[in-house]
């Protein structure tokens, strides 16, 4: 029972590198989505999934491309890593419409120097 | 807009005595609310939501959360703390017309002393 999925759980970038945060998950959930958590901030929706080629911006997504070509994975991509995405970065699922709970990865923790 | 309060960054209370986490929630229309916990280094856990009916909502671990709606506020709340209760907790609301957006609060570290 893996729920939600992330890897790498840790990462240092130098500043201007590029890499992907993977995000699985295997309960067939139809909306997917990625947080930052910073301290203080609580966590910021980064792009959200309502479902397999549909992706949109949440309140912080500059610096970030996101796709969904499956319903199960939803990859992060930082185009030119910079020392303000330093952050722990969450990815998140759960069925459509309604109060249903979200389900959260164990997060990826990235330093950018 | 959606906005989450969550008054207090860090909530101390003695191990036995009771312990409440505030939040306040602003929404259009009827909301749904959440409290998760987070262990260090950890994900985000469910602890116990507010979708509609009673207003007392029963959780995870004897936690449990008082919605009012005239005061726009979802407390988190357990009778008796234990040591392993400190982590910290994140309140969480959804308007209920069909919007995608699970807006989080800052966040309230409890810490129970022993």
């Known amino acids: 029972n893996a729920g939600v999925t992330q890897t790498p759980k840790f990462q240092v970038l130098k500043t201007g590198q590029s890499m992907t945060l993977q995000c699985a998950q295997d309960?067939?959930?139809?909306?997917m989505s990625w947080y930052r958590q910073d301290p203080g901030m609580g966590l910021r929706l980064i792009h959200y999934s309502v479902g397999a080629g549909i992706t949109d911006q949440g309140e912080v997504p500059n610096g970030y491309n996101v796709s969904r070509s499956t319903t199960e994975d939803f990859p992060l991509r930082l185009l030119s890593a910079a020392p303000s995405q330093t952050s722990v970065y969450f990815c998140a699922s759960r069925e459509g419409v309604g109060g249903n709970t979200i389900y959260f990865g164990e997060g990826s923790w990235l330093t950018v120097v | 807009a959606q906005s989450v309060a969550q008054p207090e960054d860090q909530v101390n209370v003695a191990e036995g005595n009771p312990l409440t986490v505030k939040c306040t929630y602003s929404?259009?229309?009827?909301?749904?609310l959440f409290w998760y916990v987070q262990y260090p280094n950890r994900g985000l856990q469910f602890l116990l939501k507010?979708?509609?009916?009673?207003?007392l909502v029963k959780g995870s671990y004897g936690f449990e959360a008082e919605f009012n709606k005239s005061q726009t506020s979802f407390h988190l709340k357990k009778p008796s703390a234990l040591v392993s209760d400190s982590a910290l907790y994140f309140c969480?609301?959804?308007?209920?017309?069909?919007?995608?957006?699970?807006?989080f609060g800052a966040g309230t570290r409890l810490f129970v002393k022993a």
């Open positions: 969480a609301v959804r308007d209920n017309t069909g919007g995608f957006k699970t807006i």
């Open positions: 507010y979708i509609t009916g009673d207003n």
């Open positions: 309960m067939n959930h139809e909306y």
């Open positions: 929404v259009s229309g009827n909301p749904y």
